[in-house]
């Protein structure tokens, strides 16, 4: 007798096996609950108040850039002379009349390492009161030896 006549065919099976995908799920569960604390670190800190909200930053056309060196003067790289300091106030002024006439200007703020944390906090507040939506930050990446 011929083989395949006397087993009958046995039909495709078209269900998927989870398991390996709920093992996999269950292993980076535990991982991300034991590295998750651990990336939380910081230094306690005493922060200024500040009469400002939360901003979000989003690409714009313009740029303005507020500086301040580490005596904490303030400089403005628009108008005649960038290289001359003005007053909060006159920043405040210049700053204020350039985003009310092109409103998607980024005003940003560039300030010396050395700068108390309290002047920069200031001039934000200041600019944020006088109508501008959004101030940003000028950073440097932290150079790594090799």
Same mark, same amino acid.
């Given at each position: ?51 400002? %909200?939360?901003? /979000? ?7 303005? !850039? $507020?500086?301040?060196?580490? =005596?904490? *003067? ?11 300091? %003005?007053?909060? /106030? ?7 009349? !350039? $985003?009310?006439?092109?409103? =998607?200007? *980024? ?24 109508? $501008? ?5 000028? *950073? ?7």
């Amino acid at each position: 007798m011929n083989k395949s006549k006397l087993m009958p065919r046995r039909k495709p099976v078209s269900e998927i096996n989870v398991v390996p995908y709920l093992d996999v799920m269950l292993v980076l569960l535990v991982v991300f609950m034991i590295t998750a604390p651990m990336l939380v670190q910081g230094v306690k800190v005493e922060l200024p108040d500040a009469d400002a %909200k939360p901003i /979000e930053l989003s690409q714009k056309d313009e740029m303005v !850039i $507020v500086s301040i060196d580490d =005596k904490g *003067t303030f400089y403005l790289n628009v108008g005649g002379d960038p290289k001359r300091p %003005k007053s909060k /106030e006159q920043v405040t002024d210049i700053v204020s009349k !350039i $985003v009310k006439e092109k409103p =998607k200007t *980024t005003v940003l703020i560039e300030g010396d390492s050395r700068v108390p944390y309290g002047v920069v906090v200031t001039i934000m507040a200041s600019l944020q009161k006088a109508g $501008v939506p959004n101030v940003g930050l000028i *950073t440097e990446s932290p150079v790594t030896e090799r």
